[in-house]
């Protein structure tokens, strides 16, 4: 039981240390995040149909 209520210690001491953004930096962040994956997911989207478009000319 010690060694648990030791590393519950521990833990609380090292989540004081930890830099935690502020609200505009998690809205940046948040922001950057989801259009990179949107910029990302139209470009493989954008492979996709075009790999498809060449197989079907291709093999069809």
């Known amino acids: 039981m010690n060694q648990i209520l ?3 210690k521990d833990v609380q ?3 004081k240390k930890v830099n935690w953004p502020t ?3 998690l809205l940046k962040y ?3 995040v989801i259009g990179f ?3 990302l ?3 493989l989207g954008g492979l996709d ?3 498809g478009f060449l197989l079907r000319k ?3």
Request: aromatic share 24%; proline share 0%; glycine share 4%.
């Open 58 to 60: 291709l093999v069809f």
């Open 6 to 8: 030791a590393f519950l």
């Open 13 to 15: 001491i090292e989540l």
């Open 41 to 43: 997911g139209v470009f």
């Open 30 to 32: 948040t922001v950057v």
């Open 37 to 39: 994956t949107i910029v």
């Open 23 to 25: 609200k505009q930096e």
């Open 49 to 51: 149909y075009f790999f």
